[in-house]
């Protein structure tokens, strides 16, 4: 039965329906290559297509992620780029422009990175960026894997902070990258070594931190989940 939910937010045919990476790159007889596919075979061929990834049922609510639609999501991440604990370290603070201009990048980039948009019970309030972290200028500074898929988030309501969902919602999307990306034997982030509370959360949510490293824009706390460590975790 479809949904009945009429929320912008809402689950779509097209948002669920992920492409096969089998067939990416492949030319199907009778079918023509448009360039609205040309995106999506991209991310299934790099990030097996988050928009496919479902919903993850969580201690604080059915969760997933939704990609990002500027159109749609714009003002949304402009407030939550300016709230101060944020800016702290996203350093995007300012007009739309700003942050339509980070959030662009990735749209009309090489399909390394996915922005999404987290959503809690039908609810946005997180903001994630899934990337190929084996295939990004992070790989020169750790002992990089092929598939590395990489993790950065922001809690964009301050109500929502300080309350446990980060390591609710950390843990789900480390275990949806897990199960939805085959070739991936971990899961990467590097939080900025100042911000405990994110350091936290990644360590309990079964993260551990393997290395101190410097990034160019900051020390960063190097944290891996292993595929292989999940059912001990």
Request: with cysteine; net charge neutral.
């Amino acid at each position: 039965m479809p949904s009945t939910d009429t929320s912008p937010y809402a689950p779509t045919a097209t948002a669920t329906a992920a492409v096969d990476p089998a067939t990416a790159g492949i030319r199907i007889p009778g079918r023509r290559l448009t360039a609205r596919l040309l995106p999506l075979l991209a991310e299934a061929e790099l990030l097996d297509s988050p928009a496919g990834w479902g919903t993850a049922a969580t201690p604080v609510g059915a969760f997933r992620l939704e990609p990002v639609r500027l159109g749609r999501d714009l003002e949304l991440l402009t407030g939550w780029m300016n709230d101060p604990a944020v800016a702290a370290y996203w350093e995007l603070a300012g007009p739309a422009a700003v942050t339509a201009a980070h959030v662009r990048s990735q749209l009309d980039g090489n399909g390394h990175s996915v922005p999404c948009l987290g959503v809690l019970d039908g609810t946005p309030m997180s903001y994630w960026e899934i990337y190929r972290a084996d295939l990004d200028p992070l790989s020169r500074h750790y002992p990089a894997r092929p598939h590395d898929t990489g993790i950065h988030l922001l809690i964009g309501d301050g109500t929502n902070r300080g309350r446990g969902l980060g390591t609710a919602l950390l843990r789900a999307v480390a275990n949806l990258v897990l199960d939805n990306r085959p070739r991936c034997t971990r899961v990467i982030a590097e939080p900025d070594i100042r911000n405990t509370p994110s350091v936290s959360a990644f360590l309990n949510s079964g993260f551990r931190c393997s290395a101190e490293i410097d990034l160019p824009e900051k020390r960063a706390a190097l944290m891996i989940r292993e595929r292989a460590l999940r059912n001990l975790i």
